[in-house]
């Protein structure tokens, strides 16, 4: 009896051990307890995709834990990576770089003055591929001066150079020994960077791992296992996190959140989980295509209407419950040169229908359609389908505009199709988002004449010409004042022509659990530093 007692006893321990795992909070432990506080797994809507960093489909989180830049940029200016310290010529054309020594790559070949040859001529031999980067076209020469420095030589002086050497793609670096007939424009072999974390394996459509470098030059991380998940976002993202299944999410580089923000609310009154936000990183807007002759979004009337429709005070305070502030202009103020006086278009439907009105855009007896010249006023709006605030955000907009007579089209795709038809001109209206804190007003400005991002939402202005001239006068003008002025001369125009329609400021989010630390962000909203991250 003694001996079937012990049994039972023993049994029914088990029993309520088991059933004390399924119980309520039980998930967030689970997970910590299978990470060991060495592991951490985190949801996706989208998969990794080609990790070649001088090339554009990868996810770009992912590319800044594996591959590394000579300088960063962070609050403080430009500060030191795989560069230890730079030099300027007088005349503002040659940058020498003394690198970090000891550095080697994931598969043990050495950082060194060749291998950063190597990758920037590679990038430079591929160059129409990169014509959104005004650096691109500026190298004249990558030159080794010895084993640890090297230097550029730019055709020109370029104010910018440091920035954009400091972006998470393309001027960073990969292993020679990935390169392919010592190209990387046609692909790589593998992805062995000098990041803290190295990509171990990958299976499309589910799943990546990355573990940690434990010689990296920076001190080995903490968090020894990153697991990025590839889940729909919404509610199954949701239902992961509460079963531990994954337990950290974040605003991913199209500026998508995988869940939203009453969800985030829910996780983080359980205690079990925190959200993180950064300061206002970006601008996010509607892209209209200028160029497109034969949709009434052509015309300026037409995109200053649609820009009165836009409800922003309802879009910040309903769908993003206050977290993102309304945008006014495509630049918040806080950017750099981007604090211009320009007039302020308020939602305003009545206006909306004048413009039209007067634009020869009438409505039918018994309202509808507006129609000019037997022709209707209607369109399509891109939207990311893994991205449930734009779907809800392009929702209410085509409500709007229905009730001033434009009829607006919805359609979901995936991120890389949408950034296709930018780059080939095939929309009419898309979603997108400035380039952010680190990089504007430069690079995204520097975009609308790349024919590879804001060309077509440009060219069809009347002042298209004048604003290439400009920008190219402002990369290379040395005086801050002539900079300044130049700047605000091209805001103004894009702003006059309505072809960037500001929406909300955003920021990148976080959804994290309770015990992770470390949690912060870079000056960019592409990267977030995972090697900072711990679980107490």
Known sequence: MTTKLAALMSALAAIITLLAGCGGGGEAATAESANNNEELVF?????????NPHLYTGSMPAQGMVYESLVENTK???KPLLAESWEISEDGKTYTFHLRRNVTFHDGEPFNAEAVKKNIEAVQRNASKHSWIKLSSKIASCNVVDEYTVEFVLTEP????????????????????????GETKDGVSGYNGTGPYKLVEHKPEQYAVFEANDNYWGGAPKIKKITSKVLPAG??????????????????????????????????????YRIIRSEPMNTKMIVANSSKTDSPVHETAVREAIWHSIDRETISAQIFNGT?????????????????????????????????????????DGGGTRLKAGKPLAMKLYY????????????????????????????????SSIANRRAAGDYDLLFNQTWGLAYDPQSTIAAFASKSSYYYATSGIAKAEELY????????????????????????????????????????????????????????????????????
């Open 324 to 364: 993102e502030t309304v945008a006014e202009t495509l630049f918040s103020s806080n950017i750099r040169y981007a604090d211009v006086e320009l007039k302020k278009r308020s939602y305003d439907p009545d206006k909306a229908g004048e413009l039209l009105e007067e634009a020869g855009w009438s409505l039918p």
């Open 235 to 272: 509610e199954t993202t949701f239902l992961a996190l509460q079963k531990g299944e994954v337990e950290f999410v974040f605003t991913d580089d199209r500026g998508a959140d995988s869940i939203d923000v009453e969800a985030m609310n829910r996780l983080a009154d359980s205690g079990d």
């Open 43 to 51: 949801a996706v809507s989208k998969d990794l995709n080609d990790m």
């Open 384 to 415: 990311d389908v893994n991205s449930s605030s734009q779907k809800t955000e392009a929702e209410l907009i085509q409500n709007t505009l229905k009730k001033i007579g434009l009829q607006l089209e919805l359609v979901g795709e995936e991120a």
């Open 158 to 181: 370029y104010y910018p150079t440091l920035l954009e050497l400091s972006m998470t793609r393309p001027y960073v670096f990969i292993s020679p020994q990935n390169f392919i007939n």
């Open 76 to 78: 403080d200016g430009i």
């Open 469 to 536: 001239n400009k920008i190219d006068e402002a990369t290379v003008a040395g005086d801050e004042e002539t900079r300044k002025s130049l700047y605000a001369d091209i805001l103004t125009i894009v702003h006059d022509e309505a072809v960037f329609i500001p929406i909300t400021n955003g920021s990148v989010t976080v959804v994290a659990p309770a015990s992770l630390q470390g949690v912060s962000f870079k000056q960019t909203q592409f990267e977030l530093p995972f090697e900072r991250m711990y679980f107490e």
